[in-house]
């Protein structure tokens, strides 16, 4: 790959992504493989001005071997030195810059309660971290490399070169990052954000209806007072970033004991290493009252089943057809893509600054209003190219904003 493009890649991360800040600790969360981009980030980083970057290396082939080896006891507890220096970069508001290239299969065959009951004690030893980076209080952003085993997962009939080839371009385009000046272009994608975002929460409808061809037909109502995101977020400390690289999508809180109808999923969900595939989901008051699946449907049970807020709505998202992910006709096989390739919704925990004021909110409250927790976030794709989407307001008003995959 050409270094000046890997250059303006990594560029693109920190300064757009993270926004990393003069005298700012950056955590960086990247893969062994991988480890020639992430000291291409590190110098970006310290670039920009960080005081201090930390490397959080992974690698995916011991992590399997741990899966798939190591006593039952090493999955019952969460380290609490890992608690800890997770609260001591929070405290010092560390920047997170996360390089994800893992294999899609990597957990495939690996004992499915065994990963449950891990993700429920990591879960629960970091809830209260974890939630400070989903309130905003820490900037972090997120971007892929294609690595060979996710490469041939995407393309299966090519070899490990020639399928890296052929996704380099795709991962390139989806993140805006083919061009000469990245950055610029992010700014003037997040105008098309701040268009959408806009309207919607000039609208403060109190329920949108999904209409789609594959037998999608639910009504999810929305918080009082919710607020619409999407593309470039505010921290705390009033400093915009980007998330996830790519983004596609506009997303706000629905009301947990609100929806009702039935949803069928438009593309597969890669979850815990495997795919689940044709699948839906039936609710009633907010709640998953029935689900099935072709494939993996145990996977799905274990999902529902984690808590009793991963039954329920943490997040709704709007992404039209014209997607440039969803126009590639690709599973990628990786959330970060197949989420910004079509409309979709998350079960489990909400984001707090989804509603007005939510990030001063104590947990409690936030439910009476609401919002959702849960142990779980986990997106899933329901938007077709002929969905419709209605709103309604409090007074019974319907207008119809979004029609044949595109906003009206």
Same mark, same amino acid.
């Given at each position: ?228 995101? +999407?593309? *470039? ?5 009033? &400093?915009?970033?980007?998330? %996830?690289?790519?983004?596609?999508? @506009?997303?706000? $809180? ?103 004021? +939510?990030? *001063? ?5 936030? &439910?009476?209003?609401?919002? %959702?927790?849960?142990?779980?976030? @986990?997106?899933? $794709? ?27």
């Amino acid at each position: 790959m050409n270094q000046d493009i890997l250059k303006n890649y990594a560029n693109l991360l920190v300064k757009a992504g993270g926004n990393v800040q003069p005298g700012q600790l950056v955590v960086i969360r990247c893969a062994i493989e991988d480890a020639a981009f992430g000291r291409m980030v590190q110098e970006c980083a310290y670039d920009a001005g960080a005081s201090e970057v930390e490397f959080d290396w992974n690698d995916d082939q011991s992590s399997r071997t741990t899966w798939l080896r190591a006593a039952d006891e090493a999955f019952e507890t969460f380290p609490q030195w890992a608690v800890d220096k997770m609260k001591y970069r929070n405290d010092k508001g560390a920047c997170y810059l996360h390089i994800t290239s893992s294999n899609p299969d990597n957990l495939k065959g690996v004992d499915s309660e065994r990963l449950r009951k891990y993700s429920m004690v990591a879960g629960k030893a970091t809830k209260e971290e974890s939630a400070k980076i989903m309130a905003g209080e820490q900037r972090w952003s997120v971007v892929a490399l294609p690595s060979p085993a996710w490469a041939k997962k995407v393309f299966p009939d090519l070899s490990e070169t020639e399928a890296v080839d052929k996704l380099w371009p795709l991962v390139l385009k989806a993140a805006r990052a083919d061009g000469e000046n990245p950055i610029e272009e992010w700014k003037q994608h997040d105008e098309n954000f701040t268009k959408n975002v806009n309207y919607l929460n000039e609208q403060q409808f109190s329920a949108l209806r999904f209409i789609t061809g594959l037998g999608t037909d639910i009504t999810i109502g929305l918080v009082k007072n919710h607020r619409w995101a +999407g593309g *470039s977020d505010v921290a705390k400390d009033g &400093i915009r970033f980007f998330p %996830n690289i790519p983004t596609e999508e @506009v997303f706000t $809180m629905p009301h947990r004991e609100k929806a009702d109808g039935h949803v069928v999923a438009s593309m597969p969900l890669s979850y815990q290493g495997n795919l689940i595939e044709d699948f839906e989901f039936t609710f009633k008051d907010g709640k998953v009252v029935s689900y099935k699946a072709k494939t993996n449907e145990h996977l799905l049970k274990n999902m529902v089943e984690m808590d009793d807020g991963a039954a329920r709505l943490g997040e709704v998202a709007i992404v039209p057809n014209s997607s440039p992910i969803g126009q590639m006709n690709t599973l990628f096989y990786n959330t970060l893509f197949d989420e910004n390739a079509s409309a979709h919704l998350a079960l489990g925990k909400a984001y707090p600054n989804n509603i007005q004021d +939510g990030d *001063s909110l104590p947990l409690e409250t936030l &439910i009476e209003q609401g919002g %959702n927790d849960s142990l779980i976030h @986990v997106d899933f $794709m329901f938007g077709t190219p002929d969905m419709k989407i209605i709103g309604i307001k409090d007074d019974g008003t319907e207008i119809c904003f979004f029609n044949h995959g595109a906003y009206l």
